[in-house]
């Protein structure tokens, strides 16, 4: 069993900066690659930004590039997003979301990844 837990979510006023945080605990925990992903009402859970756990490899939505970089922490099993320049349609609940798939490689959708957080809210306001 993992269990993904993230934290620094919060409400923000646009141009603002938040770091999300996602702590992965479990004895199973063995990644290639992690995600994040956001999600608003009425809307489909949509990819981010995703991660390689062993060499770094990132991949970002168009509209998180440039603005959004995603990290990892091997040593504490954490995954972090760092979203700068926020604006109001960054709106979202946003999750974080593991998966141990061979081959390694940076998953862009939903089915691709096991383990799920519950998600933290973004709210930024005009």
């Known amino acids: 069993q993992v269990d993904l837990v993230e934290s620094g979510g919060g409400l923000v006023q646009a141009g603002d900066s938040l770091r999300l945080s996602c702590a992965a605990s479990g004895r199973t925990f063995n990644p290639t690659s992690m995600g994040w992903f956001r999600q608003v009402p009425g809307k489909e859970r949509e990819f981010v930004a995703a991660?390689?756990?062993?060499?770094?490899?990132?991949k970002y939505t168009d509209a998180a590039r440039g603005r959004f970089t995603i990290s990892r922490e091997n040593a504490k099993n954490t995954v972090n997003l760092q979203m700068n320049s926020l604006k109001p349609e960054d709106t979202a609940v946003y999750f974080c979301?593991?998966?141990?798939?061979?081959?390694?490689?940076?998953?862009?959708?939903?089915?691709?990844?096991?383990?799920w957080g519950q998600g933290t809210q973004v709210t930024v306001s005009s």
């Open positions: 991660i390689t756990w062993n060499n770094a490899f990132t």
């Open positions: 979301a593991a998966t141990s798939r061979i081959p390694i490689g940076l998953r862009t959708k939903v089915d691709e990844y096991n383990y």
